[in-house]
């Protein structure tokens, strides 16, 4: 049997609260400063949480270039094409006309429907009293409106983003809510492994931050209602931690079988080593207190990286900050790595910019790949209180200098879907292949 | 590499409960597609569609509480993955099997599933709340709790069919729910059956579901040009659209250990998969046909099958003349002359969108395991597009016991699937 290809991380785009592109993110993500302020894409002072992290100061069409294309495109998907441009101009590689079809697309796309003014003229013209009557629709033009269809499809941002950048390989969009992101990184791992693709341009977008998004977790009291103080509303593992903060935003890799990314000479951030998946099959909003289900997700991570829990350095956690994540995480954190749990540096990229729901993971995902190349552990903002059933190694305060060898994500999900990342630094491959492993 | 067999298959929509009464009802010329009755439809352009007769939600779930936790989409999946798991005989075995045994067991048995629907529907509940507080958003927010289902979201959620399955059979494998439009299911047949190759399953469900004939999406495919204003005439002289369906199927794959252990029936194997795209734009296709014939040739060698060796092809055939068009000009490509007996299925159980390339496999795999190649009881006179293509309106016989299903979406994707059936 031949050896198994090996992936590497060559491309990273990132558009997020904390910045828009992955230098400015990533420097805010190592000063720890929170990015949740009062929300300003709508009026939003009658909810029950009225903050929210948004992406600030962005504009689509510099980058992109291409009016048309962006109409086809609703904010988050916007968020994605920059992102992802980010991450091809990154890896200084794109698809030919001869390469096009060895190149796969795999996203994490945000919950798809209409944007909330189109909701809102549906509902006048046809529920005015609030009862939905069908017949209402068929002189309303946002009912006729391709263009407002074409943006709520579940493939529009695929379809933006192969049409984009000519990818004409395996292309698939998933949705396991907050997992979304890692899952789509991890299937577009394997497409490279089973010789699928060679290049993948892979990743996750979402923007919630609307009146009918908001409301969803306004409802299930998820976000934290820390209305007078935003920049603290989101801290992981604090005592008194009470929800999440809702982020926005798209995270994006250029993926590549790791020999071609050798010979061509590029850049490798790490190795995109393994995927560990698992569902939880509690409860639909929660994990077992034990940590049953992502237990097994980062056993299956280190697993299929050919590592051992003693091989891990950093966890960059789902750390959400609601009460209940945060403590079957830890649990499940302390099951994994046995006795020396402390000996690995934990944090929450969440303390800083917010929960980025669909596209969480894939951004994690690139975080984890700067630590690596930087040596640096980001910090885990606003925890002043440790909460004790928390027992883990918070990266505090401030970045940790370290060799990191290899290192975790995790992105749990609503719906009981978990999802675990590896990665390991490009330094520990190199010897690896060397060793004929 | 070991096989990989299927001891489950379900399917729900129009025609049925279960493949064998769908079957019967395409071998007996019979089209399901009538005037719609979720709504007064008679002034609208397009009336008709292929909705699941008598529909009752808590009976088809067996389970009247969690009605209010998911929509009619997941109604069907959660059905259509239940009779699956319970055919393939994996309750009765779990249920034999001590604490940790049966902890191994969940571990070692995924999901996948592919989801469409409801994107328009969901926003419905917000109707009666936006409408007593007009277009003040400040009010939306104070009298979001008094009028709006504190569940809300949960019922929304894409991932619900994956969840509710996963906790009633207690399934903690590899798993994974796609959201990629109409090559969702087909896609989630493909991710599953790689999950057993590479030995991170022991079995696993796949699960495919989609409730499209809403309003709103019916009278947006309507401004697209896609769909008919009454019949489906796949590759026909006279086609001009498709026609909405809705409902959901499953198969239960494994390896043959697994299946050998429980002494299951093996109705099929499954041979192999390819997914290829056109990225030409959302509603773009190209006319040679080049996604469809690419993904058809992954899945061959994936297979390590010849073109000849294929029995018949459960086609697309969603009756848009460019579809159609494109369709067979990617069979041509691929097969030439020696083209085996081609049907499909939209003319009587409508296009089921996310759900439409399992509902398919698992038609394909009945019919293939009768020895049948379903008639399209809707063609009259081949389209000058589609003459060459090797597709009939009466029944005829398979030509091997090797079963190609095609799948084709918005974005130009494009997936194919080879399965044996056993007969």
Known sequence: MTARRRVAITGIGLVTPAGLDAASTWARVKAAKGCGGPITLFDASGFSTRIAAEVKGFDSLPPIDDRKLLKYASRAHRFALAAADQAIVDAGIRPTQQDAARWGCVVGAGMMTIAHPEIAAIQKAAAPDGDFQANGILQEPVAQDVMAFSRSLSTAGISLLLRRFGIRGYASSVHTACASGGQAVGTALRLIRRGVADRVLTGGFDSMISPVGLSGFCLLSAVSPDNDNPERASRPFDLTRNGFLLGEGAGFLVLEEWNSAVQRGATIYAELAGDGNSLSSYRITDSHPSGDGPIQAMRRAITDAGAEQSDIDYLNAHGTSTPMNDRSECAAVNVVFEGRAKEVGVSSTKSVMGHLIAAAGAVEAGICALAIRDGLMPPNANLQQLDPDCDVNIVRDAPRSARIGMALSNSLGFGGSNSCLAFRNPEETAALIAAGR | ?423
């Open chain 2, 1 to 423: 590499m070991s096989r990989i067999v299927i001891t489950g298959n379900s399917a729900i929509c129009a025609a049925g409960l279960d493949p064998a009464a769908i079957v019967d009802t395409l071998t007996a010329g019979r089209s399901m597609v009538g005037p719609i009755a979720g709504w007064d439809a008679e002034k609208w352009p397009n009336s008709q569609a292929a909705e699941v007769p008598d529909y009752n939600g808590g009976k088809l779930l067996g389970d009247r509480k969690l009605l209010k936790l998911v929509r009619r989409s997941d109604v069907f999946g959660i059905y259509a993955g239940t009779q699956a798991i319970e055919q393939a005989g994996l309750p009765a075995h779990t249920q034999a099997l001590d604490a940790a045994s049966a902890a191994e067991y969940a571990d070692q048995t995924g999901c996948y599933v592919g989801s469409g629907g409801g994107a328009f529907e969901v926003n419905y509940d917000f109707f009666p709340l936006m409408a007593e507080s007009g277009d003040s958003l400040a009010t939306f927010g104070t009298e979001l709790p008094n009028t709006v289902n504190p569940m809300w979201l949960l019922r929304s959620l894409p991932n619900n069919v994956l969840c509710h399955v996963s906790i009633r059979n207690q399934l903690k494998g590899p798993n994974g729910c796609i959201t990629n439009h109409t090559t969702s299911g087909i896609l989630s047949v493909i991710e599953s059956a790689w999950a057993l190759r590479e030995g991170d399953a022991q079995r696993v469900v796949a699960i495919a579901h989609d409730a499209p004939i809403e309003p709103q999406t019916l009278l947006y495919l309507d401004q697209v040009g896609l769909v008919s204003k009454d019949v489906l005439r796949p590759f026909d002289a006279r086609h001009d659209g498709c026609v909405l369906g809705e409902g959901a199927a499953a198969l239960v794959l494994e390896t043959e250990a697994s299946a050998n252990e429980r002494g299951a029936t093996i109705l099929g194997e499954y041979l192999g998969g390819g997914d290829a795209s056109e990225g030409e734009g959302i509603f773009c296709i190209r006319d040679d046909g080049d996604g469809l014939s690419r993904a058809i040739d992954l899945a061959l060698i994936d297979a390590g099958l010849k073109p000849s060796d294929v029995g018949m092809i459960v086609a697309h055939g969603n009756g848009t003349e460019q579809s159609d068009a494109s369709e067979t000009a990617a069979l041509l490509r691929v097969f030439g002359k020696d083209m085996p007996p081609v049907t499909t299925n939209k003319w009587s159980i409508g296009h089921l969108f996310a759900s439409s390339g399992l509902v398919d496999i698992a038609i394909g795999l009945e019919a293939g395991r009768r020895g049948v190649v379903p008639g399209v009881a809707t063609l009259d006179q081949l389209a000058p597009s589609c003459a060459e293509l090797n597709v009939t309106k009466q029944n005829r016989e398979t030509r091997t016991d090797i079963v190609l299903v095609l799948c084709r979406g918005f974005a130009g994707t494009n997936a194919a699937v080879l399965l044996r059936a056993v007969r």
